[in-house]
């Protein structure tokens, strides 16, 4: 079936460290999303990328979508006890279907 | 925050009997989705709804089903709730020409 997997699925940096979350999609995407959701909430929308081979940046975030549409990375410099949280992918298939990937979960060691 | 409400926030129930969840909203958004998530694997898409009356099955609709009879609100019902329907489920609406997604704040349900 259609699957969107991430990984790592857990990830504990000492605060000040960088960390980076992979996203793989089992076919070609038209755009991708990320989500982040901190502990005891609920996911909230970070970003959209469209384009293959686009970078966005927010700050310490830098957000990649792959040249052929089926990958993504979020990468975040120097974390802060605020990054704490999981993180997901997401995309579109078909035109209405939005499916998360499987998450990061973000640990920050003070 | 968009206006989507989930109730009930909380909900412990006995296998066997049937529960409903309910999603509601405020912004008149045409797409709504019934989320599960758990440990492991994420969010998983159980139903998902593209207008009134007009619905379709996610990854992992088998014990789910879905009604969608007013724009406003997206029902989720348990049939014949088991221990492995114990989750955490969100709701969340789109509007159309968009694709982010708004979620409600979840539905913590414990099947005993």
């Known amino acids: 079936g259609q699957q969107v997997m991430q990984i790592p699925q857990y990830q504990h940096v000492q605060e000040g460290e960088d960390f980076t979350t992979y996203c793989n999609s089992s076919?070609?995407?038209?755009?991708i999303q990320w989500y982040k959701q901190r502990p005891g909430g609920h996911p909230v929308f970070l970003i959209q990328?469209?384009?293959?081979?686009e970078v966005k940046k927010q700050k310490r975030l830098t957000f990649q979508f792959g040249e052929a549409k089926k990958n993504s990375s979020l990468h975040i410099t120097a974390t802060q006890t605020t990054d704490v949280g999981t993180y997901f992918c997401?995309?579109?298939?078909?035109?209405?279907?939005?499916?998360f990937g499987t998450g990061t979960r973000l640990t920050i060691i003070p | 925050d968009a206006g989507i409400t989930q109730s009930p926030r909380h909900k412990v129930t006995e296998t066997g009997t049937p529960v409903t969840l309910r999603c509601h909203q405020t912004?008149?958004?045409?797409?709504m989705y019934w989320y599960r998530q758990d440990p492991g694997h994420g969010l998983r898409l159980i139903h998902y709804?593209?207008?009134?009356?007009?619905?379709d099955k996610g990854e992992v609709s088998d014990g789910y089903s879905v009604s969608r009879s007013k724009t406003e609100d997206f029902l989720l019902t348990l049939e014949s709730a088991t221990s492995s329907q114990t989750s955490v489920y969100f709701c969340?609406?789109?509007?159309?020409?968009?694709?982010?997604?708004?979620f409600g704040q979840g539905t913590r349900l414990t099947v005993v």
């Open positions: 709804s593209y207008g009134v009356k007009d619905t």
């Open positions: 969340a609406i789109r509007r159309v020409g968009d694709t982010e997604a708004f």
């Open positions: 990328l469209v384009k293959s081979g």
């Open positions: 997401a995309g579109f298939f078909g035109n209405e279907k939005l499916t």
């Open positions: 912004e008149n958004h045409r797409y």
């Open positions: 076919t070609t995407l038209s755009n």
